[in-house]
């Protein structure tokens, strides 16, 4: 074993090396990695802490295709972007404060001492249609439920904070696991001037796919079904009466004729005037139901027909089992 002519007795990550190794065809070798045992896992999804480009002038969106360079490897990727729920993030104010989360962001994935925190499977991650840059997530991007009908959207803080990417590659790759990657759309018109690299992050945890088989390089890895990556869900009702004592009411609008009622049954729902209630039972088949209010309905809230009652709830969407569960 050589370097620069010279024997050597170890060589570490980054060295150029000869290696002579006795009875190896060379020529049936086009580039190989030497690492310790199940250092250099060989997976076909996994989870990354991500940035945008900034020069990037297109939307980086969630589903997309790109082609992925990571470590020696370069295959094409499609990606989920996730981040933190409302509360867990940063308000941004101005455009200096986005640059210098963006410039710790920067150092935090690409300096060779530093990393971003591990990826913690236990915490709860909201879907995200897209990667944010320097302008932050809006609002209106955390749910239905974030932002009040009678808000105005523009005045109110962007939210920053670290977001990651679900990447799935259309085959199998073999890299370290803390590698950097880069993000890139190649299928744009030739002709144009605009940048084509997207995002770049730095790899973070494998995920087993259903489909995929673990082997010995993959031993600790997480199932893709452990990522609680949810999506918020509203749907919203009418109150048709409310009974004397008005700590409920029947509602309606809100589910199906043929809807079966028992997921709903213990969930809490939010009146028009902020009164909160529990749906109770059905009534009927028409796919009217009861709704308690152990605070009571104000006289403003329970005029039948025009007052709304709204159900916020969340949706996993890589369990397929909590697919189907609502979950307050």
């Known amino acids: 074993m050589q370097m620069f002519k010279q024997p050597v007795q170890k060589v570490a990550r980054g060295d150029r090396a000869g290696i002579c190794v ?40 969630s589903g997309t295709k790109f082609n992925v360079t990571i470590g020696h490897t370069a295959a094409l990727a499609e990606v989920t972007f996730f981040g933190l729920p409302p509360g867990k993030s940063s308000a941004v104010h101005s455009p200096e404060e986005a640059m210098a989360l963006a410039a710790q962001n920067l150092m935090a994935l690409t300096t060779k001492d530093s990393r971003p925190p591990p990826f913690d499977f236990e915490a709860e991650y909201l879907y995200q249609e897209e990667l944010y840059g320097l302008e932050g997530r809006p609002r209106s991007a955390e749910g239905p439920a974030a932002v009040p009908s009678d808000s105005n959207e523009s005045d109110a803080a962007s939210h920053h904070g670290p977001q990651w990417a679900l990447l799935k590659f259309d085959r199998a790759v073999t890299v370290p696991q803390d590698s950097l990657l880069i993000g890139a759309r190649f299928d744009m018109d030739n ?23 673990p082997s010995e390089n993959t031993q600790g890895a997480k199932e893709l079904k452990a990522l609680r990556v949810y999506k918020p869900k509203q749907k919203v ?14 509602c309606k609008n809100l589910l199906k004729k043929e809807t079966d009622i028992s997921p709903f049954l213990g969930l809490k729902v939010i009146a028009s005037g902020g009164e909160e209630g529990v749906i109770e039972s059905s009534f009927g088949k028409s796919g009217k139901f009861n709704v ?15 007052s709304t009652i709204t159900l916020n709830f969340k949706r996993y969407m890589f369990d397929e089992q909590a697919k189907r569960a609502m979950v307050q």
Not at 191 to 200: E, Q, T
Not at 237 to 250: D, W
């Open 237 to 250: 009702g009418s109150i048709e009466r409310v009974n004397a004592s008005r700590t409920g009411a029947l």
């Open 292 to 306: 308690r209010f152990p605070g009571g309905l104000a006289e403003t809230t329970g005029k039948p027909n025009t």
């Open 22 to 61: 006795t009875k190896l065809d060379a020529s049936l070798m086009e580039r190989g990695l030497a690492s310790s045992p199940g250092l250099v896992p060989t997976f076909s999804a996994a989870i990354a802490s991500v940035e945008k480009i900034r020069f990037y002038a297109g939307v980086v969106s």
């Open 191 to 213: 002709s144009s001037a605009a940048c084509r690299l997207a995002l770049y992050g730095r790899l973070l945890a494998v995920v087993i796919c259903p489909n995929d088989t």
